[in-house]
C-alpha cells in the first residue's frame, strides 16, 4: 500500500520561498506520475504542477507558471515543489498525488487520474 507524506509547509511572508517534499512509500516510485494539487477554504481543489515518471514533462497551472518548480528525485522517492515569489493567494492545503496506473506518459492533471493522495501540508502566505 503506497503511503504518501508532505512535508515543508508553513508561514511566509508575500514574496519569501517554501519546498514542500513528499516521500513515497510502499510503490515503485519511478514508474508512476506525480501531481501537486492545492485546496484553499471555501474553494475548490486545483492541479499546481504535475511530473512524469521520468521527469522529462512537466506542467504548471498558469497562475504558478514562472514561480513554483516541479522536480523529483527517483533515487529518494521523492516528489518537490519549490514555491518562490509567494502570495497570500497561495495560501492552501498543499497535497501530493500519484497516477493511478503505473508507465503511463506524460504528467497527468486530473484528479481522476490519480489514485493515491498524502495529507498535505499548510501553506500561508501572509501579506
Known amino acids: 500500500q503506497v503511503q504518501l507524506v508532505e512535508s515543508g509547509g508553513g508561514l511566509v511572508q508575500a514574496g519569501g520561498s517554501l519546498r514542500l517534499s513528499c516521500a513515497a512509500s510502499?510503490?515503485?516510485?519511478?514508474?508512476?506520475?506525480m501531481g501537486w494539487f492545492r485546496q484553499a477554504p471555501g474553494k475548490e481543489s486545483e492541479c499546481v504542477a504535475a511530473i512524469s515518471r521520468g521527469g522529462s514533462s512537466t506542467y504548471y497551472a498558469d497562475f504558478v507558471k514562472g514561480r513554483f518548480t516541479i522536480s523529483r528525485d527517483n533515487a529518494k522517492n521523492t516528489a518537490y515543489l519549490q514555491m518562490n515569489s509567494l502570495k497570500p493567494e497561495d495560501t492552501a492545503l498543499y497535497y501530493c498525488?500519484?497516477?493511478?496506473?503505473?508507465?503511463?506518459?506524460?504528467?497527468?492533471?486530473?484528479?481522476?487520474?490519480?489514485?493515491?493522495w498524502g495529507q498535505g501540508t499548510q501553506v500561508t502566505v501572509s501579506s
Open positions: 510502499g510503490r515503485t516510485f519511478s514508474i508512476y506520475a
Open positions: 498525488a500519484m497516477d493511478k496506473s503505473p508507465h503511463r506518459l506524460g504528467a497527468r492533471t486530473e484528479p481522476a487520474d490519480f489514485g493515491s
